[in-house]
């Protein structure tokens, strides 16, 4: 734990460790406020995994604060916290590669790729990734 007094540098790291975390939900908030205030006709598949990717990096921001505040006697909320944390963190790569996909799809014909079809797929194969995961890890 972070918070922990003994270890070394703990008065740097708690700070840091507490900035970077507000870094990361207000970067993550606002990512997601803008892709959100794009006209729904000019939303593009891209644009609708960002806001699924700042979603899930908002939700490990979670984790991290809620790490701040482990002791030994809120095993729960350790609980709880790891599962965020996995949870998020499995989202989090499985957007990422949906999202270079669809970079990769931009250099092919049109022809060979429907945006459509490739959305509903995985929108159906995120969960069954994120249920795989969290059983087996």
Known sequence: MIQDHNVRGYHILFPLDLAVTILSLLGSSLTCYFCLRIPSHSK????????????????????????????????????????VRQSAYVLSIFFSACIAIISYKSSLPESLFNSNKFFMLTTLLGPLVFLLATVFM
């Open 44 to 83: 593009t598949i891209s644009v609708k995994f960002i806001i699924a990717l700042s979603i899930s990096d908002f939700f490990y921001s979670i984790a991290n604060v809620l790490s701040n505040f482990e002791t030994e006697k809120t095993l729960d909320l350790c609980a709880i916290e790891a599962w």
